[in-house]
């Protein structure tokens, strides 16, 4: 079982930054996919971005350009560097683990952006 701890967040005007954290303890299997998705007030849980332990990633086309997924595999946590945020990126972000047959979320982390 892995758990996942996240941190960062919060609120940012338009064109602002925010730097969200999640760390992973448990039994963490060495090859997996560590990601973040995001979910809005009356929508579906979307992917935002994953990347592999070897370093692979995924943006969905939205973040792409704005938002940096990164992992430190020494420390087992994935980063999420979010710039020119816009306010159609409010949401609850929640971190992801995948690895053999475990399957892990964080316990969400709200993000707000004022226009």
């Known amino acids: 079982q892995v758990q996942l701890v996240q941190s960062g967040g919060g609120l940012v005007q338009a064109g602002g930054s925010l730097r969200l954290s999640c760390a992973a303890t448990g039994l963490i299997f060495s090859i997996n996919t560590m990601g973040w998705y995001r979910q809005a007030p009356g929508k579906q849980r979307d992917l935002v971005a994953t990347i592999t332990s070897g370093g692979s990633t995924v943006y969905t086309d939205s973040v792409k350009g704005r938002f940096t997924i990164s992992r430190d595999n020494a420390k087992h946590t994935v980063y999420l560097q979010m710039n020119s945020l816009k306010p159609g990126d409010t949401a609850v972000y929640y971190c992801?683990?995948?690895?053999?047959?475990?399957?892990?979320w964080g316990q969400g982390t709200q993000v707000t952006v004022s226009s």
């Open positions: 992801n683990y995948k690895g053999l047959s475990s399957d892990s």
